[in-house]
C-alpha cells in the first residue's frame, strides 16, 4: 500500500512537471508578458538595436548612480564660460570686496529666496569658489550640482531620479540621459515666466473683457 502512494506521488509530480515544461513552450513570437515582449522585440529591432545614442550626439556626459537609478547628464563645468571661478576669485571673498575693485556678476539678480533665506555663499563656497557648498558645508562639484538642489526639493528630486521630472535627452530608450535642474531653470531665478500658449485666441480674449 505505502508502495502505491509513492508510485502515485511520484506521478502526480511528473505530471506538474510536464504541464509546467509544456505551458513555458511557445510559439514564435508568443510571451509570458508584455515585459518579455519588449525586452525581445527591442534587442533587434529592423536589425539594428533600439537606443538613444545617436540621438545624445556630441553632448559631453557624466554617469550618476542615485539610488536604484543609474543614467547620464550632462557635464556642466566646461559649459560654464567663467568656470573655473578661481581665474579671478583668488582671495577670499572678503578680501576682494573693494571698490577699487572691479564689480563681477553685475548681470545677475537673486530671485530665489529672499535675503533673509538666501545670499551667494548659501550656494557657493567662499572657501574654494571652484566647488558649491551644502547647508551644512559639504563640497559638491558643479557637475553635481542637483545635490545642492535637492535639499530643499526633495519632492521634484525623487520624481527626477525615477525620470518623471525634467527633460530626456535623445529619446525613451536606453542609454537614459537626462537633463540636471539647471540645464531648463536658472538656478539665481528659477521660476519660469508666465507666458501665452503659442496659439492665442485674440477674439477669446476680447469676449472675455
Request: proline content about 4%; aromatic content about 10%.
Amino acid at each position: 500500500m505505502k508502495n502505491n502512494i509513492n508510485v502515485m506521488n511520484k506521478i502526480v509530480c511528473f505530471s506538474f512537471f510536464l504541464v509546467a515544461f509544456f505551458s513555458c513552450k511557445h510559439h514564435e513570437n508568443e510571451y509570458h508578458s508584455i515585459t518579455d515582449k519588449i525586452e525581445a522585440e527591442s534587442k533587434d529591432y529592423h536589425g539594428t538595436s533600439i537606443s538613444s545614442e545617436a540621438y545624445i550626439g556630441e553632448i559631453q556626459t557624466i554617469e550618476i548612480t542615485e539610488g536604484d537609478h543609474t543614467f547620464l547628464i550632462p557635464e556642466r563645468k566646461s559649459q560654464i564660460k567663467s568656470y573655473a571661478c578661481t581665474e579671478c576669485h583668488s582671495k577670499p571673498l572678503s578680501q576682494m570686496k573693494s571698490k577699487d575693485l572691479k564689480k563681477a556678476h553685475w548681470d545677475i539678480k537673486m530671485d530665489h529666496a529672499n535675503a533673509n533665506t538666501m545670499n551667494c555663499v548659501t550656494c557657493h563656497n567662499p572657501d574654494n569658489m571652484d566647488d558649491l557648498k551644502s547647508l551644512t558645508g559639504n563640497e559638491i562639484d558643479f557637475n553635481t550640482s542637483y545635490n545642492l538642489c535637492n535639499q530643499c526639493h526633495t519632492k521634484q528630486f525623487e520624481d527626477w531620479k525615477g525620470g518623471a521630472h525634467g527633460k530626456r535627452i535623445g529619446g525613451w530608450a536606453p542609454p537614459r540621459a537626462s537633463m540636471t535642474c539647471v540645464n531648463c531653470h536658472d538656478p539665481h531665478k528659477p521660476h519660469f515666466e508666465s507666458r501665452w500658449p503659442a496659439s492665442f485666441n485674440t477674439q477669446k480674449v476680447k469676449e472675455r473683457e
